[in-house]
């Protein structure tokens, strides 16, 4: 076992349900083995500025069901340069700490990344984000939470959508990525599904609603991730309108699907994830994403898990296309 002085743990980039869990396990796993444990808050700003305490157990007791992170995040343009940098190494080193754990997404792993590459500190990522396009891991610390929150909408907004016979389009996350679109409008049952993996074709798509209108269908809805490439939910409702001259209803949940209490299998991600941080931290591991895949712990070179596509399910486009 290699020797660790202290760990430091933050979290970076977007919030996601699941994240006090990971840092709950990863203070409760070194505390185990002896190790001193510090908070860095609000990511990256929080180095910089040295706002960087010492935490126990009784820091992260009753936060394993709670939403966002009692770290806190927030954005640095400071650490984004080399000085910026140098200035969280040392702030760092003051406290001891030569081992990090971030817990976050691509833009926080290249802040991770380029920190062991120019001050030769450990550190490993875990995958936070809602957005699941991480490559190197089945799932993402938010992402079941992020998708039965929208399915809970979806559901609401199917009753108001037969009462009134009428579409109704709902844009969910995901700027680069469709899992979250693809995920929630399969078990919602959308009519269709538009995402940034898939040309989305507009008269096709009229063509598909009218048939099913025809055959006697009260209700219509479509789900789209922010990201598509024929535009969001009002830039789609227009293209909609101008082709079939239907009326349409949008819905945009936005930040609703960051918050609140994360799922039974957000908990146990990020707490396995945040055990095996602190072990691979131990094993002398360092430039690494945990990950699980096939429900095994799995490791992944940092700069793979932006630089490599993670893919969405294609044999759930195909049953889309069958199902709407």
């Given at each position: 076992m290699n020797d660790i002085n202290a760990i430091g743990v933050y979290t970076s980039g977007g919030d996601s349900p699941g994240m006090n869990a990971n840092v709950r396990a990863v203070v409760k796993t070194a505390v185990s083995f002896n190790i001193p444990v510090y908070g860095i808050y609000k990511g990256y700003r929080g180095m910089i500025d040295n706002h960087i305490e010492e935490l126990h157990k009784?820091?992260?007791?009753?936060?394993?069901?709670?939403?966002?992170?009692f770290l806190q995040t927030a954005r640095s343009n400071e650490f984004l340069k080399p000085e910026g940098r140098a200035q969280a190494y040392e702030n760092l080193q003051k406290h001891g700490i030569d081992a990090l754990v971030c817990c976050g997404g691509d833009g926080s792993f290249h802040g991770l990344h380029l920190l062991i590459k120019e001050t030769g500190i450990r550190g490993v990522g875990t995958p936070g984000t809602i957005d699941n396009d991480l490559y190197g891991t089945d799932y993402t610390i938010g992402y079941d939470?992020?998708?039965?929150?929208?399915?809970?909408?979806?559901?609401?907004?199917?009753?108001?959508?037969?009462?009134?016979?009428?579409?109704?389009?709902?844009?969910?996350?995901?700027?680069?990525?469709?899992?979250?679109?693809?995920?929630?409008?399969?078990?919602?049952?959308?009519?269709?599904?538009?995402?940034?993996?898939?040309?989305?074709?507009?008269?096709?798509?009229?063509?598909?609603?009218?048939?099913?209108?025809?055959?006697?269908k009260h209700s219509t809805v479509l789900v789209v991730a922010e990201g598509d490439?024929?535009?969001?939910?009002?830039?789609?409702?227009?293209?909609?309108?101008?082709?079939?001259g239907w009326d349409v209803r949008v819905s945009v949940l936005g930040h609703i699907q960051r918050g609140g209490s994360p799922t039974a299998s957000d908990r146990i991600l990020a707490t396995r994830c945040g055990y095996h941080a602190v072990q691979s931290l131990r094993t002398g591991e360092t430039d690494v994403m945990i990950g699980i895949q096939n429900d095994a712990v799995t490791l992944t070179p940092l700069p793979d898990t932006w630089k490599k596509h993670k893919r969405v399910n294609p044999l759930l486009e195909d049953l889309i296309k069958v199902l709407r």
């Open positions: 009784n820091n992260v007791m009753n936060i394993l069901q709670r939403g966002g992170t939470t992020a998708i039965n929150t929208a399915l809970d909408a979806i559901d609401r907004i199917r009753d108001t959508a037969s009462s009134h016979d009428r579409l109704f389009i709902v844009e969910v996350m995901g700027r680069h990525a469709g899992f979250i679109a693809q995920a929630v409008g399969l078990a919602g049952g959308a009519e269709d599904i538009l995402i940034p993996e898939t040309w989305t074709d507009i008269p096709e798509i009229c063509k598909a609603l009218q048939k099913a209108k025809d055959s006697g490439e024929a535009g969001g939910a009002f830039d789609i409702k227009r293209k909609i309108e101008k082709e079939a």
